[in-house]
């Protein structure tokens, strides 16, 4: 069965330290992995995908994110937290099609909502 | 700049009064989903098109349907809310080619009295 963990409900930093938030997956086959951030009363904002190529993937508002096949994860960093960057943050890998073709239907961690103190 | 438009973005309802939310969008994007999310959960997928062709997931409930008379526009109806029903609903375009992320709407926030 296809799913994505996030272990963490919550992850507190302050402001100008490196944050990361975890996500481990299990698929079959290659992963296409997503983060996406909410804030609130918002819809969800795309941050960065990782299809294939470089492990390392870079995205917006200074996040970046590694995949690691062998431990099957694809944690979301940042090298200096901004409390403007708390929100809550969903992992997500695009669902295998059962029969064939193409699907971006997406399968969603459980979120992990990410604090930055002043 | 293209984007998806929900309306309206608050909604309030009665007991078993349908209602409908619309989404609309200028991404000319092949696919449309709807979600529905509760407190800070992960979005729940309810259904989506791709083109014309409807995709309905195997745990929504018959309350919930559907209707893309075009590209750009997609609703979704409400036939009896329930108060279980109040949640934010989310739309959610992306094109067809696989590995494409979706762009999300803002969502409609839906209250059930």
């Known amino acids: 069965a296809q799913s994505v963990a996030q272990p963490e409900d919550q992850v507190n930093v302050a402001e100008g330290n490196p944050l990361t938030v975890k996500c481990t997956y299990s698929?079959?086959?290659?992963?296409?992995l997503f983060w996406y951030v909410q804030y609130p009363n918002r819809g969800l904002q795309f941050l960065l995908k990782?299809?294939?190529?470089?492990?390392l993937v870079k995205g917006s508002y200074g996040f970046e994110a590694e995949f690691n096949k062998s431990q099957t994860s694809f944690h979301l960093k940042k090298p200096s937290a901004l409390v403007s960057d708390s929100a809550l943050y969903f992992c997500?890998?695009?669902?295998?099609?059962?029969?064939?073709?193409?699907?971006?239907?997406?399968?969603f961690g459980t979120g992990t909502l990410l604090a930055v103190q002043p | 700049d293209a984007m998806v438009i929900q309306n309206p973005r608050y909604q309030v309802t009665q007991f078993g009064k349908p209602v409908t939310l619309s989404c609309s969008q200028t991404?000319?994007?092949?696919?449309m989903y709807w979600y529905q999310q509760k407190s800070s959960q992960a979005p729940k997928l309810l259904f989506h098109?791709?083109?014309?062709?409807?995709?309905n997931e195997a745990d929504t409930p018959d309350n919930f349907q559907s209707r893309r008379p075009n590209t750009s526009f997609c609703f979704l109806d409400i036939r009896s809310p329930g108060l279980g029903d109040a949640a934010m609903y989310l739309c959610?375009?992306?094109?067809?080619?696989?590995?494409?992320?979706?762009?999300f709407g803002p969502g409609t926030r839906l209250t059930v009295l």
């Open positions: 959610a375009t992306s094109r067809a080619t696989t590995g494409n992320e979706q762009f």
């Open positions: 698929v079959s086959g290659n992963p296409y």
């Open positions: 990782y299809i294939t190529g470089d492990n």
């Open positions: 997500a890998v695009r669902a295998k099609p059962l029969y064939g073709g193409a699907t971006n239907k997406l399968i």
């Open positions: 991404l000319n994007h092949n696919v």
């Open positions: 098109y791709y083109d014309k062709d409807f995709n």
